[in-house]
Nanobody
Framework: QVQLVESGGGLVQAGESLRLSCAAS????????MAWFRQTPGNEREFVAA????????YYSDPVEGRFTISRDIAKDTMYLQMDNLRPSDTAVYYC??????????????????WGQGTKVTVSS
């Protein structure tokens, strides 16, 4: 059983920064990639960023490219999302996800095996 625990959400003003963390744990933890998704009420879960665990190759969605940075700490089984220059349009619940095997893409929620409970990010104008 894999557990993912997010932290770091909160309320900030436009232009400010936040850092999200996602700690993974479990008795048989296998990680191929981890990712961040976000969701607003009435909308589908949206891909934000992903990182391949072995080589730290990263992927970003267009809305966050250049403002967000995803990283991971293998020793701690923890993933981070540094969010700079936040905008009101970044307001959402952010979820971390874990993929334990290669499925060809990193942007589809259906390809991830485990999910965290979500952490809320609110950006005021």
């Amino acid at each position: 059983q894999v557990q993912l625990v997010e932290s770091g959400g909160g309320l900030v003003q436009a232009g400010e920064s936040l850092r999200l963390s996602c700690a993974a744990s479990g008795s048989t933890l296998i990680i191929y990639a981890m990712a961040w998704f976000r969701q607003t009420p009435g909308n589908e879960r949206e891909f934000v960023a992903a990182v391949r665990w072995n080589n730290e190759l990263t992927y970003y969605s267009d809305p966050v490219e250049g403002r967000f940075t995803i990283s991971r700490d293998i020793a701690k089984d923890t993933m981070y999302l540094q969010m700079d220059n936040l905008r009101p349009s970044d307001t959402a619940v952010y979820y971390c996800a874990l993929d334990k095997s290669w499925k060809g893409v990193v942007t589809r929620p259906v390809d991830y095996d485990s999910w965290g409970q979500g952490t809320k990010v609110t950006v005021s104008s």
